[in-house]
């Protein structure tokens, strides 16, 4: 058969691994994003001191202070030690958030883009939510439900929810109307199966990429709202707090920020593109051309 | 004459067009099918031509139930499928299969093909070992090779993917199928194939066709009563011997002469002798 040799016949998985492989971006994407994952798993064995361990003979010690790489913080912390620590709640409320909202952004959107009457009204209630500015709605439910780091994942997985809402029903809408649906229906297929077992994976594709795309983001949110004192509280680790303790004293010692600051950076950038990667990657038009 | 199959009356579907502005005030109904009276003998096909947008697949999908039709009965098997409801109505359903148009749309991308064809036995409470040995059975009586069955719907040609979705339509054991162009997006040289194809099952298994083409010449290959529509309604009908050698109606007429103008007489006792009925490619 002609048309079968000139497409990949190997599972789709391999596929998708070697594409991400060979894209560059994504590429740096997956190891700085590994880097962070591994240090926030292994923070207890490979972190020199404890996240609030102090020494305050060396406050504001320059990064290359003698078994301080990165240098002290103003009250002697060691910089690297609570960078290490910090990536488990920095992590942890940037990908948690995002995961949860996602799931909860699943049935709802394909039961909005399946009952059409229901999902109007859905999304006229998320629209309401859409009328607020992404940061400013987090500030407000974070308030309102009080400051802790519960609390700020709960607020972000509220502020998400409409964007996560919206990706799902477009892709869902966009499936619904191809006539596999309609053979689905024909052969006596009940709703729930067609929605959570023939439509749920090829909706999820595009929640995943979303996802992806959105990390980088909510973990600049998330710091954000630590910065305001609503997330996480210091004397916690996180990168976000970091950056906000370094402010005071950003202009005799800019290391305390800017270290933080670039880790942050670094994080959003690596998730942004593994992100453009993952798309590219789950298209199979793009993917053939990665050739098999 | 035997009793038919498959008996419409009077069926009618309109669709809103427009966006109706804010009022409704823009708001006009499209007549996709206007009054249809139709029936079809048990065991044969009835052919369906009109040019696009005639209201064909409208008219085939209210004849199995996918759409509910704003007037008129469909009958089937001397029951009103509007009258029946619950189990009842599961059981007239599956009696009533479609092929569409496009095959490869036609199936979910992400299952293999074995998933796709045991997707209407799974509906039905059967799986497990039954469902695949079943499934091995139909690929087989489809001239589908079973050990495909793991390969999916983009690795394998359209006419294949033609053979997997009439597997799926037949794995309920329908009387009915109704067949939505089954063939206009394949190439030609696949195009009889599937043709023989659903001819020979037409024959081993005594199904009732409901045929649609916007192409005149496979209707009298396929079919031995033939309707023709035009916006919504039928303008001629008869055998198909009758329609193609003393069209009545002018529409038919200019049909034909267009494709007469395009190729030769159609000879087709050398088009089905041209290819060896449903043997795998
Ligand atoms: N779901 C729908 N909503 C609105 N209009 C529709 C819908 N389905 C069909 N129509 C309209 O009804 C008319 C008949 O459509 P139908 O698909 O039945 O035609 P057809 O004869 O099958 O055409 P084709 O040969 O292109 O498949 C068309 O004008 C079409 O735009
Ligand atoms: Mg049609």
């Known amino acids: 058969m002609t048309q079968s040799t000139t497409l990949t016949l190997r599972p789709a998985r391999f596929g998708m691994l070697s594409a991400i492989t060979s894209d560059k971006g994504a590429f740096f994407g997956l190891i700085v994003l590994g880097i962070f994952v591994f240090a926030a798993i292994f923070a207890p064995l490979i972190a020199p001191f404890g996240p609030n361990e102090a020494d305050p003979m060396l406050r504001l010690g320059a990064p290359g202070t003698a078994g301080h790489w990165l240098g002290l913080d103003h009250q002697g912390r060691d910089i690297l030690s609570r960078l290490i620590w910090g990536s488990r709640l920095t992590l942890a409320t940037g990908i948690i958030p995002v995961a949860v909202g996602a799931l909860i952004a699943l049935p709802i959107g394909l039961l909005a883009a399946w009952y059409d009457r229901a999902g109007g009204w859905i999304l006229r209630g998320m629209d309401v939510l859409f009328a607020f500015p992404m940061a400013l709605l987090a500030i407000m439910v974070a308030a309102f439900l009080g400051s802790g780091v519960g609390n700020m994942m709960i607020s972000l997985v509220i502020v998400l929810l409409p964007y996560n809402v919206r990706v799902v029903y477009q892709a869902a809408v966009e499936q619904k109307s191809l006539p596999y649906v309609e053979a689905l229906r024909v052969v006596g297929t009940p709703v729930r ?23 980088g983001s909510m973990v600049i949110t998330a710091a954000g709202l630590s910065f305001l004192g609503l997330g996480v509280q210091p004397p916690g680790a ?55 | 004459m ?110 293999t093909i074995g998933q796709n064809i045991q997707r209407p036995l799974r509906n039905y409470g059967v799986g497990g070992s039954e469902a695949e040995d079943r499934m091995a059975r139909l690929m087989k009586m489809c001239g589908l090779d079973p050990a495909q069955a793991a390969r999916y719907p983009h690795e394998i040609s359209g006419g294949q993917c033609q053979r997997v979705a009439i597997a799926r339509a037949l794995a309920l054991e329908p009387r009915f199928v109704f067949l939505d162009e089954p063939v206009s997006a394949l190439d030609v040289s696949v195009q009889a194939q599937i043709l023989n194809l659903l001819l020979d099952l037409q024959a081993e298994l005594g199904l009732t066709y409901f045929f649609v083409t916007h192409d005149l010449k496979l209707i009298e290959f396929m079919s031995q009563q033939v309707i023709v529509m035009l916006k919504g309604s039928v303008v001629e009908r008869g055998t198909s011997a009758e329609i193609w050698q003393s069209p009545k109606h002018a529409y038919t007429q200019n049909l034909l002469r267009s494709v007469l103008r395009l190729g030769s007489t159609p000879d087709w006792a050398r088009f089905a002798a041209s290819e060896t009925s449903s043997v795998i490619p």
């Not at chain 1, 909706?203 to 959105?214: G, L």
């Not at chain 2, 007037?71 to 059981?91: H, L, P």
């Open chain 1, 193 to 215: 199966t067609i929605l959570f077992v023939e439509l749920l994976p090829n909706v999820a594709s595009a929640a995943i990429v979303y996802a992806t795309t959105i990390v």
């Open chain 1, 238 to 292: 996180e990168w976000g707090i970091m950056v906000a303790e370094g402010r005071s004293v950003i202009f005799i010692a800019p290391h305390v920020a800017a270290i933080p600051g670039l880790c942050l950076s670094l994080l959003v950038i690596a998730c942004s593109l593994l992100g453009d990667g993952v798309r590219d990657a789950l298209d199979p038009r793009i993917r053939a051309s990665f050739g098999a």
């Open chain 2, 2 to 111: 035997s009793t038919p199959l498959l008996q419409a009356r009077g069926l009618q579907k309109s669709f809103a067009t427009g966006d109706g502005g804010l009022f409704g005030q823009g708001r006009h109904r499209h007549m996709a099918v206007d009054g249809i009276d139709l029936a079809i003998e048990p065991g044969t096909t009835l052919g369906c031509v009109g040019e696009s947008g005639s209201g064909k697949s409208t008219l085939g999908r209210m004849l199995v139930g996918l759409i509910e039709p704003d007037e008129g009965s469909v009958t089937f098997d001397g029951q009103d499928v509007a009258k029946v409801a619950g189990k009842e109505r599961a059981a007239l359903r599956r009696n009533m299969q479609v092929v569409f148009q496009d095959p490869l749309l036609s199936l979910n991308p992400r299952r």
